[in-house]
């Protein structure tokens, strides 16, 4: 259930001069959770283990077109594989020539491990990598920058603080304008842009509240 409760942090500076760092609580965890249908792609790392052949067992990096040379195996096209379908392919591979019954597992670590989602009114909505010291106006440009029905001065940031997840609006005219600081953006956070197309519970709540610089629980 959705819920407007008591504010966890106070307010942003309002006025040009008084420009205070926004003292918004750090999130539980920057590294995005992967599914087990999280996909190979470049410069990603693959961990191999194949029983009753150490010769293979590694990490391998992926090149920027996905593919990696492997002990016996030579090159190998793994991008947009899954690590299972990565262990099922070698497998395969190592049936034709080498093994009989070959017992493979993969695994799948990310070149790029924290992660930004920016959705709503933006030009390219998405998953973007975060980078030491994004910020909010940085991070919306990466997404291609404020689509013509967005409404700028209410952006959503929502993050997992001890267990919650909670979400702050920001006004990016303020921000450029200088009247506000532009706060920090960790990796799992979403961002998102208000706008006369965007439809949600929880940015209804905030368009018809007060313009906070301030997290809250949503749910």
Same mark, same amino acid.
């Given at each position: 259930?959705?819920?407007?409760?008591?504010?966890?942090?106070?307010?942003?500076?309002?006025?040009?001069?008084?420009?205070? /760092?926004?003292?918004?609580?750090? #999130?539980?965890?920057? !590294?995005?959770? %992967?599914?087990?249908? !999280?996909?190979?792609? #470049?410069?990603?790392?693959?961990?191999?283990?194949?029983?009753?052949?150490?010769?293979?067992?590694?990490?391998?990096?992926?090149?920027?077109?996905? %593919?990696?040379?492997? #002990?016996?195996?030579?090159?190998?096209?793994?991008?947009?594989?899954?690590?299972?379908?990565?262990?099922?392919?070698?497998? *395969?591979?190592?049936a034709?020539?080498?093994?009989?019954?070959?017992?493979?597992?993969?695994?799948?670590?990310?070149?790029?491990?924290?992660?930004?989602t920016?959705?709503?009114?933006?030009?390219s #909505?998405?998953?973007?990598? *975060?980078?030491?010291?994004?910020?909010?106006?940085?991070?919306?440009?990466? /997404?291609?920058?404020?689509?013509?029905?967005?409404?700028? %001065?209410r952006?959503?940031?929502?993050?997992?603080?001890?267990?919650?997840?909670?979400?702050?609006?920001f006004?990016?005219?303020?921000i450029?304008?200088?009247?506000?600081?532009?706060?920090?953006?960790?990796?799992?956070?979403?961002?998102?842009?208000?706008?006369?197309?965007?439809?949600?519970? !929880?940015?209804?709540?905030?368009?018809?509240?007060?313009?906070?610089?301030? !997290? %809250?629980?949503?749910?």
């Amino acid at each position: 259930m959705i819920s407007a409760l008591a504010v966890l942090v106070g307010c942003s500076s309002s006025g040009k001069g008084n420009l205070e /760092s926004y003292a918004l609580p750090l #999130p539980d965890n920057t !590294f995005p959770v %992967r599914s087990a249908d !999280f996909r190979a792609g #470049p410069l990603d790392k693959i961990e191999i283990k194949v029983l009753d052949l150490p010769d293979l067992d590694g990490t391998y990096t992926l090149n920027i077109e996905g %593919r990696t040379k492997l #002990p016996l195996l030579g090159d190998m096209n793994l991008l947009g594989l899954t690590a299972l379908e990565v262990a099922e392919l070698i497998e *395969v591979r190592l049936a034709e020539s080498y093994l009989r019954s070959p017992d493979v597992v993969a695994s799948l670590t990310p070149a790029y491990i924290e992660q930004v989602t920016v959705e709503g009114a933006v030009e390219s #909505p998405g998953t973007y990598d *975060v980078r030491p010291g994004l910020t909010l106006l940085e991070a919306v440009a990466l /997404s291609g920058g404020a689509a013509d029905d967005a409404n700028q %001065r209410r952006a959503v940031i929502v993050r997992r603080v001890d267990g919650q997840r909670l979400m702050a609006t920001f006004d990016l005219v303020a921000i450029r304008e200088g009247e506000a600081a532009d706060p920090p953006i960790y990796g799992n956070d979403l961002i998102i842009m208000d706008g006369s197309m965007v439809r949600s519970a !929880f940015l209804d709540i905030v368009r018809t509240g007060p313009l906070l610089a301030a !997290f %809250r629980p949503i749910w």
